[in-house]
């Protein structure tokens, strides 16, 4: 049995557990047992967390990690260390997490890659659904379809009509092949029925130097990355994506407003644990989370990022997720984008 920790008495009265007979033993050692998870949560956590974030440092999912080891150390009276195992599409970090200990001192900073990769990858060392367990679901940003300032399209409208009058002429960037930007991409290409050309990059630092340049026409990012770029005029924004305008951009329309009622494109963040995970430390994780996400430090940074915090528990977090696998699923699908090795 895992993570149980048997005092020394316990271990002392089942040691002459033939005596008394198997049934006292039986009850003996079933009393240890249901007694030692709550022990687990209560000494819990007796050492250093460590939360991967599977990507490289300085993007926007490091910058939500490491808010949240902050504020989730001090909750917990341990640091937590932020680890960034980046490769694979966020597949090296995830299955590094996976496949750790299941007792809470190894958690995952998860991302929509956690949901699309099931569909986009032929063979994951992991199974997301299997070998993870959602802790709390922390929040999410729209996607803002951004093009560059000197395109002559002023709204969803002049772009489409560019694209249909010179078909295949306009192109739009992503970080590459599967990310989100690509997908978000693809589910316009159908909804608008369009044909633009996707154009992968080596990461969603190279997409935007090339937007800004007027090499690509356009990309549909997280709200993050697009803001201060939209803000200082660098870009212009075209379309949020999402039920309702963000109040960073409260100038620019949803899709929706547009004429595209069912395009909602979110970048989302949580933490997820290993499945075995004992359910107090999945409780106390969860807990901890939250009160982190209530903290002023923590809104007023999440506040400047245009982040919709959530707060979700494992339940709520565990049904998103579910859906999100899904609906990424016939996205990569109906799309035909190439899946990987």
């Known amino acids: 049995m895992k993570n149980i920790n048997i005092n020394i008495r316990t271990m002392m009265a089942l040691r002459g557990w033939a005596r008394p007979g198997l049934a006292g033993a039986a009850m003996a050692l079933a009393a240890a047992c249901a007694a030692a998870p709550a022990a687990a949560a209560d000494d819990y956590p007796a050492r250093p967390v460590t939360l991967v974030v599977p990507y490289a440092p300085g993007g926007g999912v490091d910058t939500v990690g490491r808010i949240t080891a902050k504020g989730l150390g ?15 599409g966020s597949n090296v970090g995830s299955d590094f997490v996976a496949k750790s200990a299941p007792d809470g001192y190894t958690l995952l900073l998860a991302s929509p890659a956690t949901a699309v990769n099931v569909s986009l990858y032929k063979r994951l060392p992991f199974d997301p659904a299997r070998d993870l367990r959602p802790v709390t679901l922390i929040g999410k940003v729209p996607s803002v379809m951004i093009v560059n300032k000197d395109l002559p399209a002023k709204n969803l409208k002049d772009f489409v009509a ?18 989100s930007e690509h997908l978000a991409g693809e589910m316009f290409k159908a909804m608008a029925g369009i044909d633009i050309v996707h154009v992968p990059y080596r990461g969603g630092a190279a997409a935007m130097s090339d937007l800004l340049a007027g090499r690509i026409s ?6 993050i990355t697009a803001l201060p770029l939209v803000q200082s005029g660098k870009v212009r924004a075209l379309a949020v994506a999402d039920d309702r305008r963000s109040p960073s951009l409260p100038d620019v329309p949803t899709f929706a407003e547009q004429g595209y009622p069912d395009y909602r494109v979110s970048v989302w963040w949580g933490v997820m644990a290993p499945s075995g995970v004992p359910d107090p430390v999945v409780a106390k994780l969860d807990d901890a989370v939250r009160a982190t996400l209530q903290t002023p430090q923590a809104r007023q940074r999440f506040d400047a990022m245009g982040v919709n915090v959530l707060g979700q528990g494992p339940k709520e977090f565990g049904a998103f997720l579910k859906n999100e696998t899904q609906r990424w699923g016939q996205i990569v699908q109906g799309a035909k984008v190439e899946r990987m090795d």
């Open 74 to 88: 001090d909750r917990l009276g341990q640091p937590v260390v932020v680890e960034n195992k980046p490769g694979a």
């Open 162 to 179: 560019l694209a249909k009058k010179r078909p295949g002429h306009l192109n739009f960037g992503s970080g590459g092949n599967g990310t």
């Open 218 to 223: 356009a990309i549909i990012i997280n709200q």
